[in-house]
């Protein structure tokens, strides 16, 4: 079964940086994008940030700059740094991974529990 368990969220102040992590475990034959997707209170669920297994990254708009995707691929990790964070950053951040499970042929999405980022004025 795969798994895949954030860290890093909590409190900090406009203009402070947090670094989320999300480590991805279980039987997996090859992760293809991690990505990072938040979601605000009422609103949806939207992409903030993505990396393929090769390195390419794609950013929303409202972290360009701000925000820096990496992934360490031995270590099954997705990483967000944030920095100059604002209030409206503020959402349950969620983990993706696009993978193929060992024994399997298709390709699927899992997500992660989410992780609280709170930024206060």
């Known amino acids: 079964q795969v798994q895949l368990v954030e860290s890093g969220g909590g409190l900090v102040q406009a203009g402070g940086s947090l670094r989320l992590s999300c480590a991805a475990s279980?039987?997996?034959?090859?992760?293809?994008?991690m990505g990072w997707y938040r979601q605000a209170p009422g609103k949806q669920r939207h992409l903030v940030a993505a990396?393929?297994?090769?390195?390419?990254?794609d950013y929303a708009d409202s972290v360009k700059g701000r925000f820096t995707i990496s992934r360490d691929n031995a270590k099954k990790t997705v990483y967000l740094q944030m920095n100059s964070l604002k209030p409206e950053d503020t959402a349950v951040y969620y983990c993706?991974?696009?993978?193929?499970?060992?024994?399997?042929?298709?390709?699927?999405?899992?997500w992660g529990q989410g992780t609280q980022v709170t930024v206060s004025s």
């Open positions: 993706n991974a696009e993978l193929i499970e060992r024994g399997r042929w298709n390709k699927r999405d899992y």
């Open positions: 279980g039987s997996i034959f090859i992760i293809d994008t």
């Open positions: 990396i393929t297994s090769g390195g390419s990254t």
